[in-house]
C-alpha cells in the first residue's frame, strides 16, 4: 500500500484513509503503478488494462525496465534519480511502454517518490496517450484533406482573422485577385489595392464587403455579387459566401470563398439580350416593347409614355421578292438604324415583326413637337438606301395613338388601336403591299 503524508489521528483513522486511497487508485482511468529497487510491487486495474495483462501476477514481480522502452529507459532512470525528497514529484514526461503482448503504447507519467512499507519507493501516475494521439493523427488528417481538397477547387477561399489580416488563400484565390501567395497572407485587406464594385459598377464602400460584414456582426452573408478591377486591368464578377469559421466564438476568424461568375454573367445578359432583342436589328423586340408599354399604362404620375407610334414600310414585300431576303434584311437594318438616329435616346424603339417597327415617346410630347419628329421621321426614312448595289427609295406609314394619365387599355390594345392608325395612314393602294411612294400619319380614333 502506498503511503503518503499521515495526518490521521490514530491506527483506525490510518486504516480508513488507506482503504479510500486504494480505492481511488483501483478505481482511477489512469494507470499507477508502484516499483522499489526497480522491481513492480504493484498496479492498478487500469495499469493492468494498458499493459495488457491478465492478472497482476503478470506485472508485479517483474523489472519495471521490462515495461519501458529502450528510447525511453534513460530519461525514466534521470527524473527517478532527480527524486530525493518524500513526496516530491517529477514533471510530466512523455515516454513509450511495452505491453505484454508486444504493443508500445505512448504515454505520460508523473513519478512521486514515496513509501511503500516503510520503504523507500516510486509511485508512477501513467496516462494513456493512444485517444488522444488518434485524435490528433485524425485532426492532422483532417487538416490535411481540407488543405488539398482547398487547394484543388475553383472557387476561391481565404480566411482573415479579426483585425482583417489574411491568414490563408487557396490558390484559385490567388489567381481570381491577381496577387501572389506572398502579397496577400498577412496583408490587412484595406491594404490589397483592390477596386471592389457594385452590380452597377460603382465603387463599393469598405462596410458592405462581406468578410468585413461576418467580422464586424458574425452575420453569414451568401451569394453576394460584386465587381473587382484587378491589378492587370481586367474586371471580374464574383460571387462571394462569408462567415465565421466558429460562430460561437466572437473572435473566430472568418472564411470568405467566392467564385468568378464573369463568363456567366455575361453569358446571361447575353441571353436576357436575345430573349428581349430582335436578332437581326438589335432593336427591342415585341415582347420587350410591349413589357415597357405595360408598365406605363394606367400611371398616375407623369406618363413616361405619351405616345405610341406603329410604323410600316410601304412596299418592302415587293423588295423581298423582286430584289431578295438579302436586300431586304439589309434595308430593315438600315431602317432600324435611322430611326434610332431620328429619335430621343430615353424613346424606346423595337422591331415587332416583319416591317413593322413601334416606337415608344417618352414624356410629355406635345403637338408641335411631334409634328417635328414625325416630319423628321418621315425625312430620314425617305432618304436612299444603297444595298448591294441597289438604289432604293422606301417610305413608310405611321400610326399614331396618344398615351394619357391613368390609361386602362392593355398593351394588345394600344398596339391594336395604333395599328388601326398606321393603316388609315396607308396611301391607297398600299393596303396590300403594292410599290407606291409616299407615307402619311394620322392619330387613331
Partial sequence: MVVGDDRANGPADTEQLAQRYRSLVDYSPDGVVVHER??????????????A?????DVIGQPVTKFVDSASLSPMLERIRRLTITGTASDPAEMRLLTLDGDKVEVETVSVLTVWHDRHAY??????????????????????????????LDEGVVVIDKDGRIESANPAARRIFGYDAEDLIGTHIYDIPLCLLDTNAQPMPSSWYPVIRTL????????????LDRPDGQRRWLSANSRLLNPDDPDSPAVSSFSDITE???SRRQLEYQATHDPLTGLANRALVLSRLAGALGTSETQPVSNVLFIDLDGFKAINDTLGHAIGDTVLQIVAQRLQRGLRSDDIVGRIGGDEFLVLLSGRTRGDDLDTLITRLRQTMAEPIIARGHRIQIEASIGITPLHSGDHRSPEAVLHDA????YRAKPPGHQNGSL???SDSTHAS
Avoid at 38 to 51: D, E, F, I, K
Avoid at 53 to 57: I, L, N, Q, R, S
Avoid at 128 to 150: G, K, N, S
Fill in 264 to 266: 456567366y454573367r455575361a
Fill in 419 to 422: 395599328d388601326l392608325a398606321m
Fill in 216 to 227: 464586424a456582426t458574425g452575420e453569414t452573408v451568401s451569394r453576394f455579387v460584386f465587381g
Fill in 436 to 438: 407606291s411612294r409616299r
Fill in 123 to 152: 509511485q508512477v501516475v501513467v496516462h494513456d496517450l493512444t485517444p488522444q494521439r488518434h485524435a490528433e493523427a485524425a485532426q492532422r488528417r483532417a487538416e490535411q484533406f481540407f488543405t488539398t481538397v482547398v487547394s484543388q
Fill in 53 to 57: 495483462a491478465d492478472t497482476p501476477g
Fill in 38 to 51: 526497480g522491481t513492480v510491487v504493484y498496479a492498478n486495474p487500469a495499469m493492468l488494462r494498458l499493459l
